[in-house]
């Protein structure tokens, strides 16, 4: 598997400067439980993004059950996009909310407003709003949140893919109620696993880390918590990375001009970004005529160790255990059988990038 190709390569830093950070950790032997490089990694962070009610915590998973929590969505109707990876369901599911789907757009596979208005008609009750920055693009902020405040629900956004991209000169972390980031290894940004919940007042941050580790200082025990913590080597490989990502952003949208220009005549389908929105090209979405398609191209590709990956599929209301909240998306559906992530990170070699739409368009176009 050494030559294989896949879907991307976790960056990892300079091994002399993180055993520089290592050293000091071991050395104070304060490894977990909000400690020195966490807060310095929650400061960096706060500064990269402008988001300063920011804490960090160990997944994207938990950062959403956090701002699910906090946002007083627990056990309640919760609007979400039909097209997203499982986890944003996951979240809502663990949390005992009951989830409403609500299709896409397909232009921009952005939860669309004119289906989260039929699902509000048909549920008074939704409490809450889950849509997702798919690939690091720009969700309708104006009309979701239009939307939210007329209903009197809350919008949180998963912005999983989205660190590093702005909109309308902020980061797409800075919308909505609350946002969340994943910072697991598969992304832009990481800290090998981790993430980070963006709130919007200095109220609102104290609940998610109190709510962050079991919900009391000392013997004061002040709301339900969980154990949420981020560890301090996780930071570490945090504050690591964070001076790399301009460098890493701008190695991705060059790919994204070779694969852009060598598949230029191959009828295939991008989501469509929003004016105002500085990409961080997180991903390199291709939508493919049909399933025969991107089944013929997904095989051609492995023949030669290459592995796209179908992010994403299913599409949640297809999947098994859902089936009594089910209501038909039928875009998100289509777009799930379709939809292939072709290879992209830094390092991933023009060239290499070139061979993979020249294999792509021969299977395409027959
Ligand atoms: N919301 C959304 C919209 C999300 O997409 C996600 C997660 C979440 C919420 C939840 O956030 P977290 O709780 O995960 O922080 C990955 C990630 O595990 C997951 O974080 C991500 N989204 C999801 C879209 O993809 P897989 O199943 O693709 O990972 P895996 O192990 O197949 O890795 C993919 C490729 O990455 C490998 O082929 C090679 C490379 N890789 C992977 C790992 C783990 C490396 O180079 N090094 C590594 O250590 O799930």
């Known amino acids: 598997m ?18 520089v950070m290592l050293q000091e950790i071991f050395a104070s032997g304060w490894l977990t439980n909000d400690g020195k490089w966490v807060r310095q990694l929650e400061s ?30 627990r056990g309640k109707k919760v609007a979400v996009t039909a097209y997203t990876y499982v986890a944003t369901l996951s979240a809502i599911l663990w949390m005992g909310c ?4 609500v299709d896409v757009d397909p232009q921009t596979l952005r939860m669309s407003p004119d289906s989260l208005a039929r699902a509000f008609a048909n549920h008074p009750d939704i409490a809450g709003v889950l849509p997702v920055h798919i690939y690091g693009l720009a969700c309708d902020d104006q009309a979701l949140s239009a939307l939210c405040r007329e209903h009197h629900a809350a919008l949180i956004y998963d912005a999983a893919h989205a660190f590093g991209s702005t909109y309308q000169g902020r980061s797409l972390l800075d919308f909505g ?3 969340i980031c994943s910072f697991h290894a598969t992304k832009l940004f990481h800290t090998v696993e981790g993430g980070c919940v963006v709130a919007h007042s200095e109220q609102a941050r104290e609940k998610l880390t109190l709510a962050r580790a079991f ?14 913590k981020m560890s301090e080597l996780h930071a570490a490989m945090g504050l690591c990375l964070l001076p790399r ?11 994204h001009a070779v694969y852009d220009e060598a598949l230029a005549g191959v009828p295939l389908l991008r989501p469509r970004s929003a004016a105002g929105l500085d990409w961080n090209y997180a991903y390199y979405p291709v939508l493919l005529p049909d399933g025969a398609a991107l089944k013929r191209v ?24 859902v089936q009594q909240w089910q209501r038909p998306c039928p875009v998100a559906e289509d777009v799930a059988r379709r939809m292939l992530c072709l290879p992209l990170y830094g390092g991933l070699p023009a060239q290499t990038a070139r061979h993979i739409a020249a294999v792509l368009g021969a299977q395409v176009l027959g």
Not at 215 to 228: F, M
């Open 2 to 19: 050494d030559d294989a190709v896949l879907v991307t390569r976790t960056s990892v830093p300079e091994f002399a400067a993180f055993s």
């Open 44 to 73: 960096a962070l706060s500064d990269y993004l402008g988001c300063p009610q920011l804490i960090v915590c160990n997944n994207g998973t938990t950062a959403l059950m956090l701002a699910l929590h906090c946002a007083g969505l």
């Open 98 to 101: 009951t989830p409403v789907f």
């Open 177 to 179: 109620d609350y946002s």
């Open 215 to 228: 919900g009391h200082r000392g013997d004061t025990h002040y709301t339900l918590g969980i154990n949420a």
């Open 245 to 255: 990502i301009a460098t890493e952003i701008a190695q991705r949208r060059a790919l």
């Open 298 to 321: 997904f095989a051609s590709l492995a023949a030669e160790n290459i592995h796209p990956r179908r992010y994403f599929y299913p599409a949640l209301t297809t999947l098994p255990y």
